[in-house]
């Protein structure tokens, strides 16, 4: 497996998604989810160019930033996030990808506040519901928004999805639309505040050139760059 090819390889395919989709390129940013991943992988992996990384775990995020293994990258979470672990990715998370009830939220703010800071936050959306994920329901995403935008110390910049893994091609396309449909309504509702709403999180490996059709501004991508990973039972 050659690192820098694969991250060229996905750059490519999603410029070319996004000129498919009569969008610009650059409106779609690479998020490489780095979770299994060692010092020295990440590290060579912003060799090869990638400016964003996705972390699923908090104590492999811990890790690595201990080890200033993102430097020259800015690492986002995008696992799911418990209230008691909030202490250890506010302040370190440019984005938090996975807030998806009042309780997180109102963590993430008062962690935001004792530091000084805004933290920038998604809305992670639960479209397809299925029981085992994190998410909210659609139908509670306008009340979440609205507390996300009363709360002073966290910036709300836009949403989140996972649908569910499919093997058969285009089967998640119903889904990114729909949560382009809720992005663009949600957008409009506040449009007269200081949040800037520019970002869509959606799309994997499998799917995300139909993410990028459907207008994702940045895709979650593992497996097209570092290979397959380790399945998770075999994981500590
Ligand atoms: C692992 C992970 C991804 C990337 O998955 P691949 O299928 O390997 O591209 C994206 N989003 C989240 C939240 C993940 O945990």
New binding site residues.
Partial sequence: MDLSQNVRAVQEQIAAAARAAGRDPAQVTLCA?T?VQTDDTIRAAIAAGIRVC?E?RVQELTAHWTAGAYAGAEVHF??HLQTNKVRQVVGRAALIHSVDSERLLRAIDGQAEKLGIVQDILLEVNIAREESKGGCRPEDLPALAQLALGAPHIRLRGLMA?PPISSISGANRKYFSEMRNLFVDITKKMSDNQSIMDCLSMG???DFEDAIAEGATLV?????LFGP?PPLGTLR
Avoid: D, L, Q, Y
């Fill in positions: 989810a979770k996705g699923n995008i696992g996972i994997m490996s499998a979650r991508v593992g497996t097209a990973r």
